[in-house]
């Protein structure tokens, strides 16, 4: 979700292309996962306008496999979102925590 935390003033998103963002999912300084992967986007420039105290809320699934679709293993992982404007911005990392599975059922 980017929100426009300015009570007065809109603010304009410019992009490049038709992406508007990305999530890439990290263990460690390695990347896993990414989002755009594999997506082509056209160069078209584009704008959103946010109006004030106004968001937008992007959506993406990962299926906890790496970008080769092979499962990834138990561990901690960062999931970062990126908003694809000029400049970008990112989120700070969730962070998420996969564990092995033991076996017993619930």
Request: glycine share 8%; charged share 25%.
């Amino acid at each position: 979700t980017v929100t426009n935390r300015d009570l007065h003033q809109p603010v304009e998103l410019r992009f490049s292309s038709t992406q508007r963002y990305d999530v890439i999912v990290t263990k460690g300084k390695k990347e896993i996962w990414r989002w755009l992967e594999g997506k082509l986007f056209a160069t078209m420039l584009g704008q959103e306008l946010l109006g004030p105290k106004e968001s937008l809320r992007y959506t993406a699934t990962w299926n906890q496999q790496d970008t080769d679709g092979a499962p990834v293993g138990p561990g901690r992982y960062a999931i970062i979102g990126i908003v694809t404007a000029s400049p970008k911005m990112r989120s700070e990392p969730v962070m998420v925590e996969i564990q092995a599975d033991s076996g017993v059922p619930e």
